[in-house]
């Protein structure tokens, strides 16, 4: 899965135990992207593992995934790349390939999703470092003890509701999270939390979006005599149950599965759908276009 | 799959090669249905071959089809069943089991579902016979012609309208049309024929309902960003795609695939979902529950 | 979900609030079976409230699941059956509907089998009662621990092999096990407790059987170039990876899957089938019919 | 879509309007594979419109398919190519992007492929040209007549069986086909027009292999109770159903599903599998990776 943007002076690869990198851009369409940043990328003698990208013919941007080797320190690659970046006037993400993000996880009292995460993170296929799970209620304390992560009990009232909010953005600050996922979290975060985090929230929806938006999705699929339940995994942004998809799953119910049902065998879609989410956007493979999300598979 | 209900008195069971037949039911909820249905059926000697039931606890309705097989007459059966219909306040069908219903298809330019629904027919898995396909244009014309069914041209312009739905009327009644089936036909049926046909019209609508009612469903999901298609057939009643639901399917897309993709895509998923649903319904296996089905797969 | 079997003689349905009960049978096809059956349950004024019947034309032979409510105890129901069920040569399986059945586990290090059969058990989605887990190592004690299941770790050497099968025995008798459940146990189970628990355990095998049986199949299955791999949970018999199929799923890979990715991917679906085939074997939804099931979903 | 490979010297990108075409190449991974292939098309002041690439950790061989645009002439872009692919020892494949390949179908009695395949080509769907179809029996050739296909019946018996191959080749041979497609053939292809269209003959084999192979797969997986049964579009080799794996596809099935059943059902995935089979072919996205494929989907 080695090829190399670059062929150093002397005609050597790029040793292919170099740390590797994820590059995600976007740009305005035009001539000449690829070539411009795979020669940056030529300047700091990376080899290029992988690659994908996406003109979206809608929008009339460009989204590219590149993931790469190279020795060359962080500093030297940013160097390298801005004025390319200037020139396209485009937005980009660089991480090491390795790296775990830092995620905070909302949960109310069902653990399905929590579990989900929880496990798949200890047994590395998830690779993210749950740094704290905080939760309305304190049900689940147990569960994130039992997989060594701090839990915080928010409670959240009409009352306390400025309060919890504001607790939960210092969390978020103290914390250095750089993704907050819904786990079935019931509530809805302030605007501020928003905006802080915008791009950055991902809430795993219970129905298969954009139909039974709101409260209670499995009944009103119920009452609708669907033969198909699914979920979904979108960003969060103001506008409810309105943020960009990006993913979705969905399983075959019949007349004789009741409201009660569905909400069973909707929790193994949940959980999955989730947890490939939060898996896609935390290496990178997911892009925003406009409200709607290139998914690098 | 020979059960029988009856034990004849001289203890034989009813011979296999009798005919078959099947009975569907429904009827408020309460005591003793099946064991007084089966007691009717004991009378005639049936042998029960495949039998399911459902008691919907949101409309206290009760629903059963049984197949079975009897040597008498079908006027000694109706009569056999009549005090038990009368007692339960039941609706039923009784249809032989091979019967293959008068099917009339109304198609526009697209001939993916006819094309399927055809060459079904003409290969015996599904047991309908098709009458006659009728167009408001007439693309479709050489494709009935090739399977031997007689084409009708009736255009619909806002100033035939009327006499359209006149001529289609006249149509399903002097061609004794038992279903009609819109293949993607473009256009909406008129009150009247909806009432006449109230729960023999199945539509196949490109979407996965209830998201992306109305015209180009398909442009619609992809202006959402959705990651999964879908198509489903339902009922037609006065009130536009909020029919009772037959089947549904879906496929997965991705961000590269264009709305004109999703059209294509789409027709595979529509012409094997509308070809269930009408094979379904033929074979007495959709049972309406107010706005729902019942649907014994 | 209530049809009466029986009309009392005051003509008063049985109680919706007496104890429902399920009864699996199966015996020679024939004549009569559901109404001497179902006469059997009016003598004890059962509701029937589920019913599923097939005819296997291979076998010959009949299978039967009721669910129904009666206040009748057990051994009135038992002594009403007793003389059809003779007659009919029928073997048949009689439990309270609300029963937990006591299910040991046997594992090995991999976890995600455990960790979904448990969380399930504890949300009431699985209705089992884990009473013991047993490892050949002992990794996945604290998960047992953290669900409150006593964990016994035996482990087998070519040296312990036969002692630790025979604790295994006395642990599956002390602990009055109904079913064992082989949730990726990497040790093939001794031709004794095969013969004493036969139909009574379930092994998860990591491949769309009949492809790809023996060791590891994820890396036969890579090897090949398959498209999809699968899961699969069938009864354990004395002929290894042949026993009868209870239920499979699969999932789409590509050519970029690494044998590896098959490992990760595959433990969403193992874990998904092994509790579903665990949750119908418990709800006596699974009938054998010679080396296949009959699965009464 | 547009993304130049390439900046002229003016600077301006070059034409949309410019034919598209195709390159799908193979060669031994190593270093600086894209930086040398994307610098040939600079020379040719090619826009690159689609990319895709993949190393292959097991052969150590590195795949690329590159769609782009220029005015260049085909011998331009060749010349452009060759000390590129010298240097690689790269096998290439270079094609218009709207060229319709030429395709021979061979079918027995079963049309269901054979109808989806016509049906999809006249859609415009499936970029192909069907130059002919041949059947060992002749009860597709009206199908064939129906949409403009030439029908050659070539009878296979033991006797004539050199004979038929000898015409079978012949015919391959006048009208320059590039692609054979097997639509439920149910005869052997000669080792001799293996060998001449080696990579360019697909079958669809009736089971989701490598389960089943070999006769009657339905009946195979009948017998074996499987709970989903599926399909397989394989490149052909002297191997019988040891092709290399283009697509597959599978579908759910129960115990009350009998093998006929099983064959009805089946026909839906076979047709759909091997439309996209051959698609994906025509549009050089399937590359050959040894006994396995890599697909560009």
Redesign the interface.
Known sequence: ???????SQTG???HSDSPEWVLSLSCP???????AV?GAL?DVEA???????????DSRR?FLRLQFRTAAPEEVIREALAPVVRRLGADIELHPAVRRQRVLILVSKA??CL?TLL?QQR?G?LPIEVVGVVGNHDDLA?MAE?YGVPFHHIPVTPETKADAEATLLDLVRDLHVELVVLARYMQILSPELCEVMRGRVINIHHS?????KGAKPYHQAHD?????I?ATAHYVTSDLDEG???????ERV???D?ARDFV?MG??IEA?VLARAVKWHTQGRVLL?G?????F?
Not at 291 to 295: G, S
């Open positions: 899965m080695t090829d190399s943007a670059s062929v050597a690869p790029a369409d035009g001539a000449g992207i690829v070539h795979s030529v080899s290029i593992t992988e690659s994908q990208q996406f003109g979206s013919p460009f653990g399905h579990n496990f047994g296929q147990p039992f298969f979006l954009p139909s039974f609708r005599g669907v033969k198909i699914g960009p998809i990006i993913e979705q799953d969905v019949t007349h004789a009741s069973h929790q193994e999955s276009d409200h709607r999300t290139v998914v598979r």
